[in-house]
């Protein structure tokens, strides 16, 4: 009985640090007037920071103008902690408004890990890409850590494959969450 309660407790146990952890994020709505710790990255469209023209969650959210450079990604970025072999999973609800469409341009959320010194990329995994007009929905995307990070960043993206890009979409309601490494 004593042995049963004993297996009992450590399947509890284990069950306990193998369960996915929010990671709690800064302002994942959008709300807050300060923009910080959310920053800007990259050179293919015009950012714009808690707009009110359109939200999944809340009043505002971000909005982005596929406006400038060709074959290049641009977005709102947020940094965290990790350690290798952790599992991160996030995901951000995106839309692109019928009345301007995103042509020759993609929208995805972006995870990143980050490490080394000098501190740089190591990995990346992107969602599935979303182009034209759509409605809110949630995108998201899951990677392993790989050796040597120390930070991931949760990046809202567009990318401009080819001249004559334009539309805008509209990012909210960020998450971000992570598994630590398996003991078993
Ligand atoms: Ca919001």
Same mark, same amino acid.
């Given at each position: 009985m004593k042995r049963?309660f004993?297996f009992?407790?450590l399947?509890?146990?284990?069950m306990? +640090?193998s *369960? ?6 800064v302002n994942? /709505?959008l709300?807050?007037?300060a923009?910080?710790p #959310?920053? #800007? #990255?990259?050179d293919a469209?015009? /950012?714009?920071? /808690?707009?009110?023209e359109?939200?999944?969650?809340g009043?505002?959210?971000?909005k +982005?103008?596929a406006?400038?450079g *060709?074959?290049v990604p641009m &977005? =709102? ?5 990790c ?5 991160v999973?996030?995901s951000a609800?995106i ?7 995103l @042509?020759?341009?993609?929208?995805f959320v972006?995870?990143?890990? #980050?490490? &080394?010194?000098?501190?740089?990329i +190591?990995?990346?995994?992107?969602s599935?890409? =979303? @182009?034209?007009?759509?409605n809110?929905?949630?995108? @998201?995307i899951?990677?392993k850590?790989?050796? /040597?990070?120390?930070k991931?960043? +949760?990046?809202?993206?567009i990318w401009?494959? &080819?001249? *004559?890009h334009s ?5 909210? *309601? @960020?998450?971000?969450s992570k598994? &630590?490494?398996a003991?078993?």
């Open positions: 049963a004993l009992f407790m399947a509890v146990f284990i306990a +640090i *369960d996915a952890a929010e990671v709690s994020l994942p /709505g709300e807050a007037d923009q910080e #959310w920053y #800007w #990255w990259g469209g015009t /950012g714009a920071y /808690g707009v009110s359109s939200s999944h969650e009043k505002k959210s971000i +982005i103008v406006d400038k *060709d074959y &977005g =709102l970025l947020q940094d965290f902690d350690s290798p072999e952790e599992e999973t996030i609800w839309m692109s408004p019928e009345s301007s469409p @042509t020759n341009s993609d929208a972006r995870l990143e890990f #980050w490490g &080394g010194e000098p501190f740089n +190591i990995k990346s995994y992107e599935p890409h =979303l @182009t034209g007009t759509f809110w929905m949630n995108s @998201t899951s990677g850590a790989p050796e /040597g990070t120390t991931a960043k +949760i990046g809202l993206f401009n494959p &080819g001249t *004559d539309g805008a979409v509209y990012f909210d *309601d @960020t998450k971000a598994t &630590g490494p003991l078993f």
